[in-house]
């Protein structure tokens, strides 16, 4: 890999500029010679503008001077800072502590204890682990199986109170509907309230005749 900036544009550079060899330029520019040549016949990189090197201060008059000199010479690159800088350096590999790493199956096997509920797939997606890996636990194939006891993963600290209690909500929610449907059964309507029987007021008994003076205070004699 060419430590060199845009190494195409310095190709087409060299090839319009030196007599340098297309091995050549393709080894200081970590191109194929065939590409290089692509270059030089106007197949390839049309389109892209020359940059001079030795301006860009990638490369010396003298080191230029050499090669032209000498076609088994190979030009050295001075390296340049920006090209470090551009370089993509991969992450190293995170390190899981020894007593980290059974935290995720004995998570499992406290969903496959407490919560059966709970599917693989969600399980898997909460923990950020694998189905195959669910499953070796719950059948107890996994290489370390005499050490995993059910912990709850929040005290665990793999995932948060509310994501888990919201996770397991949901995995009874379907399951009671899938088990309904499973069943045959139908939601029952609410039984209704029978009305109340509309208030008539009894009649009042009819009065007798309108009292007289005679009946109220009797007849003298």
Excluded at 69 to 94: G, N, W
Aim: proline residues 7%.
């Amino acid at each position: 890999m060419t430590d060199i900036l845009m190494p195409k544009a310095t190709a087409v550079w060299m090839v319009d500029n030196t007599s340098l060899t297309f091995d050549q330029i393709a080894d200081f520019c970590g191109l194929h010679p065939l590409e290089v040549r692509g270059i030089a016949d106007g197949d390839v990189s049309r389109d892209i503008r020359g940059v001079d090197p030795i301006t860009g201060g990638q490369l010396t008059r003298e080191e230029l001077d050499k090669a032209q000199a000498d076609e088994s010479y190979r030009l050295k690159a001075i390296v340049s800072r920006h090209a470090e800088l551009l370089k993509v350096t991969k992450a190293p590999p995170k390190y899981t502590p020894v007593s980290r790493r059974q935290d995720r199956p004995d998570a499992i096997m406290w969903f496959v204890k407490n919560h059966p509920e709970v599917t693989d797939a969600q399980i898997a997606k909460l923990l950020g682990t694998t189905k195959s890996t669910i499953e070796s636990v719950r059948n107890r194939t996994h290489w370390n199986s005499p050490q995993i006891k059910p912990v709850d993963p929040v005290t665990l600290g793999l995932v948060g109170q509310l994501a888990l209690d919201d996770l397991v909500s949901k995995a009874a929610a379907k399951k009671n509907k899938d088990d309904l449907k499973k069943s045959g059964g139908t939601i029952q309507p609410v039984d209704e309230t029978p009305a109340e029987p509309e208030f008539v007021p009894e009649e009042r008994e009819r009065r007798g005749a309108e009292p007289t003076a005679a009946s109220v205070f009797g007849t003298g004699n």
